[in-house]
T-cell receptor, first 114, second 115 residues
Framework: AQSVTQPDIHITVSEGASLELRCNYS??????LFWYVQSPGQGLQLLLK??????LVQGIKGFEAEFKRSQSSFNLRKPSVHWSDAAEYFC????????????FGKGTHLIIQP | GAVVSQHPSWVICKSGTSVKIECRSL??????MFWYRQFPKQSLMLMAT?????????EQGVEKDKFLINHASLTLSTLTVTSAHPEDSSFYIC???????????FGPGTRLTVT
């Protein structure tokens, strides 16, 4: 069975600083990887996804992520965070071409310092 | 495009009653819908997968008699929480996909509070 680990429960970053959120996955075949953001009391918004091809994927809101098969990682990055980026971030893995439900990590709570 | 709605967005019910939550794909045909549950400050856990016209497949540990799922059409799936108890209070989120894209589209969620 697949699993996702987000080792950082909370991360605090100063506004304007760079950000990297870590995600490691466990899956026996080619993974389908996703990053979602959730604001308090809200649903999920897809930031970006990796299915195949270029291992550096660009998403919305200036986010990018890099798939590294050798490290089983799919870390999310942003060069300069804004106060509005404060939210909960979830990494997720899907299997079987998307026919199954997603397995989510426990999430990383991002706090932005002024 | 690819919009999924849920109704209601929040609901309060008394212990012992049943509550129905609707999940609709507004601009595409959802051959598969998924139901997730999220406890406060925790991650999303897949509860069940439903394919149009078929019985839902439940994840291990999810009571199928308590969480009734119906996917009667290509645009609507319903989750009924039967004989709800306070421990069923949670945020329920659905997602939907059609045959083509690999991506799931998530609804905004329904917050259920059982008193």
């Amino acid at each position: 069975a697949q699993s996702v680990t987000q080792p950082d429960i909370h991360i605090t970053v100063s506004e304007g600083a760079s950000l990297e959120l870590r995600c490691n996955y466990s899956y026996g075949a080619t993974p389908y990887l996703f990053w979602y953001v959730q604001s308090p009391g809200q649903g999920l918004q897809l930031l970006l996804k990796y299915f195949s091809g270029d291992t550096l994927v660009q998403g919305i809101k200036g986010f990018e992520a890099e798939f590294k098969r050798s490290q089983s990682s799919f870390n999310l990055r942003k060069p300069s965070v804004h106060w509005s980026d404060a939210a909960e971030y979830f990494c997720a893995v899907g299997a079987r071409g998307g026919a199954d439900g997603l397995t989510f990590g426990k999430g990383t709570h991002l706090i932005i310092q002024p | 495009g690819a919009v999924v709605s849920q109704h209601p967005s929040w609901v309060i019910c008394k212990s012992g009653t049943s509550v129905k939550i609707e999940c609709r794909s507004l601009d595409f045909q959802a051959t598969t819908m998924f139901w997730y549950r999220q406890f406060p400050k925790q991650s999303l856990m897949l509860m069940a997968t439903s394919n149009e016209g078929s019985k839902a497949t439940y994840e291990q540990g999810v009571e199928k008699d308590k969480f009734l799922i119906n996917h009667a059409s290509l645009t609507l799936s319903t989750l009924t929480v039967t004989s709800a108890h306070p421990e069923d209070s949670s945020f329920y989120i659905c997602s939907a996909k059609d045959r083509g894209p690999l991506e799931q589209y998530f609804g905004p969620g329904t917050r259920l509070t059982v008193t």
